[in-house]
């Protein structure tokens, strides 16, 4: 069965129509995860702690592909809905360029940039090696990898997020695989690891830019463009909340780091990886469910079919609140197992990350709220309000918790700083939520 964004949506519908794209971001969680586990395991404690600890600069350079994937598609939608369908290819083809065009300026700078960087982490001696290593192996993909982020978005729009998911899965087995031959077989150490993980994401973007390259979608297609200002900056400012959530995770995750290592030394950084690594995989449902159903927001909103806005905004809420109660059950009863898997092998470490993950995953109760809050804002073409939920969410109610926290609690502070940011966030959804319900007719 075909599903088509002027659909009207039954709970059915909708799971199936999103559930690509959240196998997709699940996919895209395991990239890191994978790294992890291997280098965990098979290469040591060090290792894994300097790729933990450069990962968040790697995907601060890498927001840009966000930014233009969320901000990007739903204008492209909207278009669509309007009927405008010329403009919405013309608008598709010069963001997919200036992405291009864009991922290799960072990649010009991050090289450079990358060791001072690593430097003042707190990185020395075989640590600061061993993040510049893996750093600049994964630079070699950086415009791949938002490639691949860009298109994500667009294969929804293009209402072929099954494909999108094909080439998530297609991408993530070729880091898996990999990984296991790169690093347990040749034994080529953290280089294998992050070799893995650039050849995986150049799976994952030159994929979809041969597909819509060659004109096999009926919606979209890749051609040339002209370069519209206009267009350019809708989009930076409709997708900046993405912008703003992926730059504040990554700064604040540096500033975790930092806290860390002032802390717990050497392992806090690590079993604050293990953390995120599990995090990113259950965070993604939320990540993936926002980023499926906000074409068809975009759409609806862009029809005027306010009835069935109505009925996706009712729907969403509730599965998202559902989610994020199991999440919680689930983490708080599988923590132990979880957290073994990577670092089972020091019984210091396992007993520092699992009391951390059972008091972070408290948080799943209000993240999904606010992911699909600031994702929803995005659809209806509101970038203000979806930039300063992310804002406060990812940055400045971190920012002060986790440096005022630790102050009373010591590292347990650290866990619970993303509990009260994003208790705190969540008011300030709602309070947008019933802010705005008049003004886009979603209740």
């Not at 960072?106 to 690593?118: R, S």
């Not at 494909?163 to 898996?176: C, D, E, P, R, S």
């Not at 009260?420 to 959804?429: L, N, R, S």
Request: proline share 2%; charged share 10%; net charge neutral.
């Amino acid at each position: 069965m075909n599903i088509q964004l002027s659909d009207h949506f039954t709970y059915p519908r909708l799971l199936r129509f999103v559930c690509p794209s959240v196998v997709m971001m699940i996919f895209t969680s395991i990239y890191g995860v994978v790294d992890g586990l291997f280098v965990s395991n098979f290469v040591g404690k060090t290792p894994f702690a300097a790729l933990n600890l450069i990962y968040p600069f790697l995907m601060l350079l890498g927001a840009l592909g966000f930014m233009v994937g969320t901000g990007g598609g739903a204008i492209v939608a909207r278009k669509l809905g309007e009927g405008r369908h010329e403009e919405a290819n013309s608008a598709f083809s010069m963001l997919v360029w200036g992405t291009l065009a864009g991922g290799l300026i960072l990649t010009l700078g991050g090289f450079f940039a990358l060791e001072p960087i690593a430097r003042g982490m707190g990185a020395e001696g075989d640590m600061l090696d061993y993040c510049v290593l893996y750093g600049r192996i994964l630079l070699v993909s950086l415009t791949a990898f938002m490639l691949q982020n860009v298109f994500q978005s667009f294969f929804v729009t293009a209402e072929r997020p099954q494909l999108g998911l094909w080439v998530m899965i297609a991408a993530g087995i070729t880091n898996m695989a990999l990984d296991a031959l790169f690093v347990a077989v040749f034994q080529w150490g953290l280089a294998g690891a992050a070799a893995a993980s650039a050849l995986s994401q150049v799976v994952g973007g030159i994929l979809p830019l041969w597909y819509f390259g060659s004109g096999r979608n009926p919606i979209l297609r890749l051609a040339k463009a002209k370069f519209n200002g206009k267009i350019l900056l809708d989009t930076c400012l409709n997708g900046s909340s993405e912008l703003m959530t992926n730059v504040s995770m990554s700064l604040v995750n540096i500033l975790y780091n930092l806290q860390l290592m002032g802390l717990a030394g050497e392992d806090g950084v690590a079993a604050y990886g293990v953390i995120m690594y599990v995090n990113f995989i259950f965070i993604a449902i939320f990540i993936g469910y926002s980023m499926g159903s906000a074409p068809i927001v975009s759409y609806h909103y862009g029809a005027q079919n306010h009835g069935e806005m109505q009925n996706l905004f009712r729907k969403s809420m509730i599965l998202v609140g559902i989610t994020g109660a199991v999440m919680v059950l689930l983490s708080e009863l599988l923590a132990l197992p979880l957290t073994a898997i990577f670092v089972g092998y020091d019984e210091v470490l396992l007993a520092l990350t699992c009391r951390g993950f059972m008091i972070y995953s408290v948080s799943f109760l209000a993240t999904g709220v606010n992911i699909f809050g600031s994702a929803f804002f995005t659809a209806l073409g509101d970038g203000l309000v979806s930039a300063l939920i992310s804002f406060l969410r990812t940055l400045l109610f971190q920012v002060v918790a986790v440096l005022a926290l630790p102050l009373l609690l010591g590292v347990d502070g650290i866990w619970w700083a993303i509990v009260a940011a994003e208790t705190g966030a969540m008011m300030v959804t709602f309070a947008f939520l019933a802010k705005n319900r008049k003004k886009y007719h979603y209740i």
